[in-house]
Each structure stands twice: as C-alpha cells, then as structure tokens.
C-alpha cells in the first residue's frame, strides 16, 4: 500500500510545477513485480490527471495572480502555451504529457475555460497512455 500511495503521489507532484519522476517510479515498481502492471498505471494515470486538474483550477480561478513572485509559472511559460492552446484548441491537451510545456498547457486550459469533462477525458486519454506504453515498454525488455 505505501508503494501505491508513493506512486499516486509522485504521479501528483509530477503533473504540477513540482518537479518528479513519476516513469522512474513507474518502472521502478514495475521490475519489482510487487505489484499488478495494471494497478500501478491505473495509480500513477489517476495521480497524475489529478495534478492536472490542479494546474486546471490554478488556470480558472487564480490566473490574475499571473505576475507574482509565488506564482509557479512564468509568464513567458504561459504566454506560450496560451498561444499553442489558442490555435490548436482542445487537441492540445493530447501534449499534456510532454515535459515543459505539457503542465503550461493544463494551466492555460484552465485559463481558456475548457470544460473539465473534456480536459479530464482528453487528459486522461493523453497520460494513461504513456503509462500503458512506458509499461508495455518495461515489461518487454525486463
């Protein structure tokens, strides 16, 4: 259980502007076999999509505080990703599991008002996927 709790919460921090490894951890248990494949992917999708919808919220309702010292996103980061986000829409959420800008552009969703069952269905579609493929991954060459 502490394995489980380690993951979702590594997956957590690494989805927001915390940096952490969730594949590390990812691969890590999964060579340990403690473990089955489809539980950890399933605890590091659901804490990751979880830190993604903070970045949402900080997006939706604390975007005026842009500019601030203690505000985990320059705005250059920002500016960027609103950009993407403007001409790519929706579909730009598919890059929300990119390194760099994929937490930016969960934040300018929020910002832009995307609907949360749609960020949530694409976000998780986005990022259970890089686990299912990083696991598939590490189970064919362990």
């Known amino acids: 259980m502490l394995a489980l709790s380690g993951l979702f919460l590594i997956a957590f921090a690494a ?8 594949e590390a951890a990812l691969v890590a ?3 340990s076999d403690a473990q089955p494949p489809w539980l950890l992917v399933g ?3 659901l804490g990751n999509v979880a830190g993604s919808v903070v ?3 900080l997006g939706r ?15 250059a980061a920002i500016d960027r990703a609103t950009g993407w986000y ?3 829409g929706y579909l730009s959420l598919f890059g929300a599991w ?16 995307e609907p949360l069952w749609r960020f949530l269905a694409i976000v998780t579609l ?4 890089r686990y299912v493929l990083l696991a598939l991954a590490t189970l064919q060459l362990a």
């Open 98 to 113: 990119l390194p760099l800008v994929g937490d930016p552009l969960t934040l300018a969703a929020g910002a832009l008002r």
């Open 61 to 75: 309702f604390l975007m005026r505080y842009r500019g601030r010292r203690w505000f985990p996103v320059s705005p």
């Open 55 to 57: 970045n949402w919220l």
């Open 86 to 88: 403007r001409r790519w």
């Open 29 to 31: 248990l999964l060579l």
């Open 126 to 129: 986005a990022k259970g996927g």
């Open 15 to 22: 989805a927001t502007l915390i940096p952490a490894q969730s």
């Open 43 to 45: 605890v590091a999708t």
